[in-house]
């Protein structure tokens, strides 16, 4: 089945270490995207990829790296610099040539930061 | 700057009965605009969408309204169901071609059986 899935479903994290976040897409989408919510909040735009070896930053960038080395992964690491990490994290994809606006979401990670 | 804006954090009705759920805009260059429908602990799943160019979108029970003029579009659900209680976001397509979406803060629907 085509998807997105995102490992791991919790991540718990002590302070002062990086942690990296797990997307993969099996859709054949150009486009990806990590958001990251926070209760009473929306989403909010962390990195996106419109192709691989590009990448772009978001509202929220500082404390965060992504890579796109290829097509179906875009790993997020969640540095030591993010102040506030403890969110939930979601990844999602988008056909980019496609004229549907929709992005397709994963799972979503929970991260913890002890 | 919240340039999607949910002013309903929660909303509460009876089974069978109909949902409205709002949403406003700042951004007079949004042309696509999209809902999206999500559960404790999962991601998002898109419900249904609208282009500028339309005042009305219909799928099965959903209905989007956009009034440009107002900068406002809400989403009907007709009959609502016990299981459409979730958390509903509404999202702008931001000008320029990258697809980003920016989302307002949700609102909560809870359908009472």
């Known amino acids: 089945d085509g998807g997105i899935t995102q490992s791991p479903k919790y991540l718990f994290r002590k302070e002062g270490q990086n942690v990296t976040l797990s997307c993969e897409q099996n859709?054949?989408?150009?486009?990806m995207y990590w958001y990251r919510q926070d209760p009473g909040q929306g989403l909010r735009l962390i990195y996106y990829?419109?192709?691989?070896?590009?990448?772009q930053k978001g509202d929220i960038a500082e404390g965060y790296s992504v890579s796109r080395e290829k097509k179906e992964s875009f790993p997020l690491t969640v540095t030591s610099a993010q102040k506030n990490p403890t969110a939930f994290y979601l990844c999602?994809?988008?056909?980019?040539?496609?004229?549907?606006?929709?992005?397709?979401f994963g799972p979503g990670t929970r991260l913890t930061v002890l | 700057d919240q340039q999607v804006k949910q002013n309903s954090p929660s909303l509460s009705v009876q089974e069978g009965r109909i949902s409205i759920l709002n949403c406003d805009y700042t951004?007079?260059?949004?042309?696509?605009f999209l809902w999206y429908k999500k559960y404790p602990a999962e991601g998002p799943t898109f419900l249904i969408s609208?282009?500028?160019?339309?005042d009305k979108n219909e799928d099965g029970r959903f209905t989007v309204f956009l009034n440009k003029s107002a900068k406002h579009l809400s989403l009907h659900i007709v009959p609502s169901q016990p299981g459409d209680s979730a958390v509903y976001f509404c999202?702008?397509?931001?000008?320029?071609?990258?697809?980003?979406?920016?989302f307002g803060q949700g609102t909560t629907l809870q359908v009472k059986p």
């Open positions: 609208i282009s500028s160019i339309k």
């Open positions: 999602a994809s988008r056909n980019y040539r496609s004229s549907y606006n929709e992005q397709f």
């Open positions: 951004n007079s260059m949004f042309d696509y």
């Open positions: 990829s419109q192709i691989v070896n590009d990448f």
């Open positions: 859709l054949n989408h150009d486009a």
């Open positions: 999202a702008a397509v931001d000008s320029g071609n990258t697809g980003k979406l920016i």
